[in-house]
């Protein structure tokens, strides 16, 4: 199996979210598939295999090092970015997903364009415990709906969702998948126009560098604030990166960049 490593939402290596990507014949069983998974031990790792016809060019699976997932922006990024710098396939690519047929779509300026499902949000009461356990008073906080499986929190300003230094274990019991802390920037005319970080321990990440789901959930959540259908957001992660969205109702397109930085054999 060749495996790659690719860095996804930036343009430079060492930077934004890093995946694994797998292309293969046919999908293993899901125990060998995990096992991958863990020794790659990234946030993600995808696996891809090409599909004879239908509403679908490619399957595509996603897996942390702890558990397969209903989806993934990043590891979808890298996927694509994989099969066209590779010349495996032109123009738009379709995913058989979880979470329904994705579509990828290259830009001549270097970009891929993602299009998710946009995530329902719902206004729900702080759960209790949640405020101490990220260390920080929320503004709100939403629901995201099952296919994201997080709580979505509105913080005060941008230094106080830099500053976060959250108690990950008590943070666990308190979503399906984790955490999306979020405010609005700090610089109103500057680069972005949200920040957010993305705390996933229940499913094995402390930390995601940066997570293309989430910013189905705060695409909305934001334009609805801003007044604005297109948005980009910083996740403040250690890492960093980009994600352009662009809200289209029931669909929200998810745009950035990607890197290949280590290509091998997987010998076993």
Same mark, same amino acid.
């Given at each position: ?7 996804a939402?930036?343009d ?8 694994g990507?797998?292309?293969?014949d ?17 946030a993600?790792?995808a696996?891809?295999?090409?599909l ?12 942390t090092?702890?558990?397969e997932?209903?989806?993934?922006? %990043? ?6 970015h /994989?099969l066209? #710098?590779t010349g495996?396939?032109?123009g *738009?690519?379709?995913? !058989?997903t979880?979470s ?9 300026d ?13 206004r ?18 939403h ?18 969702v ?16 984790g955490?999306?802390a ?5 610089d ?10 993305c705390?996933?321990p %229940?499913v094995?990440?402390?930390?995601d560098? /940066?997570?293309? #789901? ?5 695409a *909305?959540f934001w334009? !609805?604030?801003?007044?604005?259908a297109?948005l ?9 990166g980009f ?26």
């Amino acid at each position: 199996m060749r495996i790659r490593i690719v860095d996804a939402f930036t343009d430079r290596p060492f930077a934004g979210n890093p995946a694994g990507v797998l292309l293969l014949d046919a999908f293993p069983d899901d125990a060998r598939l995990q096992d991958i998974a863990a020794e790659v031990n990234h946030a993600e790792t995808a696996f891809a295999h090409p599909l004879p016809s239908g509403d679908a060019d490619w399957a595509l699976r996603w897996f942390t090092p702890a558990t397969e997932v209903d989806m993934c922006g %990043h590891a979808t990024l890298a996927t694509a970015h /994989v099969l066209h #710098s590779t010349g495996a396939t032109q123009g *738009p690519v379709r995913f !058989a997903t979880r979470s329904g047929v994705l579509v990828a779509t290259p830009r001549e300026d270097g970009t891929i364009t993602l299009d998710f499902p946009t995530a329902p949000l719902t206004r729900i009461d702080s759960p209790e415990g949640v405020a101490a356990a990220l260390g920080a008073e929320p503004l709100s906080v939403h629901d995201t709906g099952r296919q994201v499986g997080d709580l979505l929190v509105e913080l005060a300003d941008e230094k106080t969702v830099r500053a976060l230094a959250p108690d990950l274990k008590a943070l666990a019991a308190h979503s399906e998948r984790g955490v999306i802390a979020t405010a609005r920037a700090a610089d109103p005319d500057g680069a972005y126009d949200f920040v957010s970080r993305c705390f996933f321990p %229940h499913v094995g990440i402390d930390e995601d560098p /940066v997570t293309g #789901s989430a910013h189905t959930a705060l695409a *909305p959540f934001w334009s !609805a604030r801003l007044g604005r259908a297109e948005l980009t957001g910083l996740q403040a992660s250690a890492r960093t990166g980009f994600v352009h969205t662009e809200l289209r109702g029931a669909r929200t397109l998810l745009t950035g960049r990607a890197v290949t930085v280590i290509e091998g054999d997987l010998l076993t």
